[in-house]
């Protein structure tokens, strides 16, 4: 991939980070046009933090624990930061009391206005999310896409949505029975696990397959699937079009 323009990334994690780690190989390889420029976690204890500094790429952590707490001792919000606005558009939270969201969005924003402004220096072209297990809400999400015609935040679920949204995909799609598994990259939008589909892998479940082995055959298409999909985007061969009232993602055929 040398002499081509490389963009540039940021990755978040919670945990391992072992999908952080297939996508470190994969521009190590060559075979991304990309450059890692920071890792980010939500907690300083993600395994993730230590694969980015073996590495040699550059972290940082926005402890939402300590940020949340914060919040409770009164710390002040951000300055750009509308309730009104975040409320209106947000779809995490339905039908819940005012009083619930006003609190569930306002300690958020309190991290994501910390997560932007640690994130500005490295002026990333596209955020991966790799097993980071916290949700957006719009006041982050409108902050990262501004000035750009194409999502800029791109997410990894382990499940074949929109089947089994949520924090157990691989858990919720053996317990149902399913006989085929998978895993989905998609761009954030503001609901949870529900914004467009770049690329999906699926596997088969076998009758002896426990929930282990659902999770182990998922996560080797997991560390397939991210790099190409990141791939595409890199290429400039994804777009977002309107296809009966829903946005969808067409991928350009390459040349
Ligand atoms: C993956 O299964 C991802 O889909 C999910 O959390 C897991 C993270 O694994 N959201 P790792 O930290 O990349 O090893």
């Given at each position: 991939m040398d002499g081509k323009e490389k963009i540039k990334i940021g990755v978040l994690v919670s945990g391992g980070g072992s999908n952080l780690q297939a996508i470190i190989d994969a521009v190590q390889v060559g075979a991304l046009d990309v450059e890692i420029a920071c890792v980010g976690a939500?907690?300083?204890?993600?395994g993730g933090l230590a694969r980015a500094e073996k590495a040699g790429i550059p972290t940082f952590v926005t402890d939402y624990s300590t940020l949340f707490a914060s919040r409770k001792d009164g710390a002040p919000l951000p300055d750009n930061f509308s309730l009104d606005d975040v409320a209106a558009k947000?779809?995490?939270?339905?039908?819940?009391?005012p009083d619930t969201l006003k609190a569930f969005l306002e300690k958020r924003a309190l991290a994501e206005a910390d997560l932007l402004a640690k994130l500005v220096?490295?002026?990333?072209d596209l955020l991966v999310l790799a097993g980071f297990m916290r949700v957006f809400t719009p006041y982050f999400i409108d902050g990262l896409n501004a000035d750009s015609d194409i999502p800029r935040i791109m997410n990894i679920h382990p499940a074949l949505l929109p089947a089994f949204p949520g924090t157990d995909g691989y858990g919720d799609t053996f317990r149902y029975g399913c006989k085929v598994g998978g895993c989905t990259v998609h761009f954030v939008d503001y609901g949870e696990d529900s914004g467009p589909i770049i690329g999906q892998h699926s596997f088969p479940i076998l009758p002896e397959d426990d929930l282990d082995a659902v999770k182990k055959k998922g996560l080797a298409e997991e560390w397939r699937l991210f790099p190409e999909c990141i791939q595409l985007y890199a290429e400039g061969r994804l777009t977002v079009v309107e296809r009966e009232g829903t946005r969808v993602v067409e991928i350009i055929k390459g040349s």
């Open positions: 939500d907690n300083p204890g993600a947000q779809s995490l939270l339905k039908d819940a009391h220096p490295y002026n990333i």
